[in-house]
């Protein structure tokens, strides 16, 4: 009934082996990859037709994350995996760059790649399996791709990378000083196709170092995907892509002038409305058959990617007139925001972030219910991207894959300079609002996020800049790195390249290529030209703050305090009801968690000092001989009790009250007196032993031994 093909190779620490031909049969490509005991399914099917009018290639990409694979049911209320969690959208984003630009030109059927994670071990994380089972789908599908690409994670620890990391080792690198690096990349035999990464300011050369190390790692994986195909394969589709020459010739005569002019206008809108206008000069003198050509778009792109590519790799001059090392102009504002706790406004040209940050306490920590495990996160950015920034209507809805995937990317380059939770027990939020856009509006969100916590009161090791950087590579090998890239340099050129850091190192790079033929040399001075445009944008940026930033009056002060763990009890006390107390009396938020550290936020600071001093009541011990001032609670035969340390109270024998003999405590005491006692220290029973008449009830000091016998005359 079935015929399986099974391959699989050493990789590491693991064996890693794919398996196709006996789980859904029906597909174009399914192939079960597992690494360890990490198994991940990918199932690839593709249309035979395109559809009428199709003038981009449909290709969807899919991860999910099934609660099943690690043995747990899903939080919540509705027991059933729903919307995509953010692990699940980055993941499926990570494997649709480097496959996307490998289908052959002019390929617009649509192409649906489903990654399913079937079992996890909480050892190997499933995104690379993923990525590698997708590859190798698409590559037996007979589906026109032009792979396969293999994908791994570097770590790098004590100066040596990793291959492969585990999810322990790469869980809250901030937390681990050891770890330095989380780095994804994949790629094909001969070239590199996309980095993604989070680091703690790495030099460049131990960048490229990791780059050029997953490249070698990923080697073995390729080639065990090209053996399994040898045996698995499925006839390719027979496609061939339209000769559409002679009407990317007529799209040239009618209007590379028109073209040219409209391009060398360096207002983003006026450029926009002259391209626009360009189009219909040239559909006008179009004939009606080749204006109906389902090739025409790719023509007139054509005839737009050759005056935009050509010019610069030419004349070094760029279509707003900048050099391609030259960073548009920066002004950086800060505290715009009267109410908010941090805001700053950043333009770089026509990019513009206006970054806000609140500041939380542990009650507004984020829990993440992730298929390896419950956590909380302090730190969030959301970035938002609405049509008004670029000048258009649209639909408003949800965030989609590109606004969780640029967040993610400044929430990376952001990480490596916030403080220890220890050092600053807030929950930090930043909100990025793109209000304008004309290239790299997440470097925007990098730029602001670092001014905007600044502004807050944050302190940050250093400030984060980050810049887009951009390549134009002709078919004779010239090519042209651009930096800060506008945004139809980055739609016609061929590498999308962000570089994020401080002016130690960098703290975030993300890569994507659309040809394949990035060499180590481009890579390499294109990281050199992107930290000359980092260390311009510090400067612009060092100009908005000088030294730390008044903290906002509106944002909660967070005081910590550290008790025994076996105090934690009392603290709480039954069924929550002392720490209800605490919070309703002092007004104050308190978080208590295992260890017996306690977090007491309020924008009062009153009411946090309340609240301290009712808690430290609760676990401190009192000390032997203090004196307290305390209040009578109660007087029986024998002496008065009273309550002089928070909640503990402590007999004052009758004989202790005065020095002379008393009747009766009632005689000189009263309940709810306010008097002076001195601890003695705690009976047999462990009662404690206090005196009033040793204590002067006026001033509250000690009556010694001189100045109870009067000096001799």
């Known amino acids: 009934m079935f015929n399986v093909t099974k391959k699989s190779i050493q990789w590491g620490e693991e064996t890693l082996t794919l398996e196709t031909g006996k789980v859904a049969r029906q597909a174009d490509g399914s192939v079960i990859a597992t690494l360890g005991e990490t198994s991940v399914m990918a199932n690839v099917t593709y249309a035979r037709q395109q559809k009428p009018g199709q003038d981009f290639f449909p290709l969807t990409v899919h991860y999910q994350e099934k609660y099943y694979a690690a043995g747990k049911v899903p939080g919540g209320f509705f027991k059933r995996e729903a919307r995509p969690t953010e692990k699940e959208t980055l993941t499926a984003r990570l494997i649709d760059r480097p496959i996307r630009p490998l289908f052959v030109p002019g390929f617009k059927n649509e192409v649906l790649v489903m990654c399913t994670v079937l079992s996890h071990d909480l050892v190997n994380d499933p995104d690379m399996v993923a990525m590698i089972a997708a590859s190798a789908a698409l590559t037996i599908s007979g589906a026109p791709f032009r792979g396969p690409i293999a994908g791994c994670r570097v770590g790098y620890e004590g100066g040596d990378y990793v291959l492969n990391p585990t999810i322990d080792d790469m869980q809250d690198l901030r937390l681990n000083p050891d770890q330095r690096l989380d780095l994804v990349v994949a790629g094909t035999k001969d070239a590199v196709m996309m980095v993604e990464s989070e680091a703690y300011e790495l030099s460049e050369e131990e960048m490229l170092g990791a780059v050029k190390f997953a490249h070698e790692q990923i080697q073995p994986v390729i080639d065990l995907i090209i053996d399994l195909a040898e045996d698995a394969a499925k006839e390719p589709f027979d496609f061939q892509p339209d000769d559409y020459s002679e009407l990317s010739a007529a799209v040239k005569a009618a209007g590379e002038d028109e073209m040219r002019a409209a391009f060398a206008i360096a207002d983003k809108q006026e450029r926009t409305a002259a391209v626009a206008a360009a189009r219909e000069t040239i559909k006008s003198k ?156 997440s470097m925007a969100s ?20 980050g810049v887009a950087m951009g390549l134009i590579l002709e078919d004779d090998g010239s090519y042209a790195i651009l930096s800060d890239i506008l945004g139809d340099e980055d739609h016609l050129g061929d590498m999308d390249f962000k570089v994020a850091g401080t002016e130690a190192g960098i703290t975030s790079l993300q890569m994507d290529i659309k040809v394949a033929g990035i060499t180590p040399e481009i890579m390499e001075k294109a990281l050199a030209q992107a930290k000359e445009g980092r260390i311009h944008i510090l400067g612009e940026m060092n100009k908005a703050i000088s030294g730390a930033a008044d903290f906002s009056v509106h944002a909660p002060r967070i005081e910590t305090m550290q008790i025994p763990t076996d105090k934690i009890r009392e603290v709480i ?141």
Request: with cysteine.
């Open 286 to 441: 179009l004939t009606e058959e080749q204006l109906e050509d389902k090739n025409l778009g790719s023509a007139m792109k054509g005839l737009e990617a050759s005056i935009l590519r050509g010019d610069v790799v030419k004349t070094g001059k760029r279509i707003d007139g900048r050099r391609t090392d030259e960073i548009r102009d920066i002004v950086a504002e800060t505290g715009i925001l009267p109410r908010t706790h941090g805001s700053a406004l950043f333009t770089r040209g026509e990019t513009q972030g206006l970054v806000v940050t609140t500041l939380g306490t542990g009650d507004d920590e984020q829990f993440i219910d992730a298929l390896h495990g419950n956590f909380k996160s302090n730190f969030l950015l959301h970035y938002n991207f609405p049509p008004y920034s670029v000048g258009e209507v649209g639909r408003v809805g949800p965030p989609g894959r590109r606004e969780v995937g640029h967040g993610k990317l400044a929430w990376r380059a952001l990480q490596a300079v916030l403080p220890a939770a220890t050092d600053f027990p807030y929950t930090i939020r930043l909100v990025s609002e793109i209000t304008e856009s004309n290239g790299s509006s």
């Open 573 to 713: 006390g039954s069924g929550g009801k002392v720490i209800r107390e605490i919070v309703e009396v002092s007004g104050a938020k308190v978080d208590i968690n295992d260890e017996g550290i306690i977090k007491i936020a309020s924008a009062n600071g009153d009411a946090i000092k309340k609240a301290y001093d009712m808690i430290y009541s609760i676990v401190a011990e009192p000390e032997e001989g203090a004196v307290y001032t305390g209040t009578v609670v109660k007087i029986v035969d024998f002496g008065a009790f009273v309550n002089f340390f928070g909640k503990r109270d402590g007999l004052v024998h009758v004989s202790q009250i005065e020095n002379r003999r008393l009747n009766h405590p009632s005689d000189v005491l009263k309940e709810g007196q306010e008097v002076k006692v001195k601890l003695l220290g705690f009976d047999d029973r462990g009662k404690v032993r206090l005196s009033m008449k040793v204590v002067d009830q006026e001033t509250g000091e000690e009556i010694t031994a001189e100045k109870k016998e009067p000096a001799e005359g």
């Open 446 to 465: 990098v730029c602001g996020g670092s001014l905007s916590m600044m502004d807050a009161g944050v302190p940050l090791k250093s400030a984060v800049a």
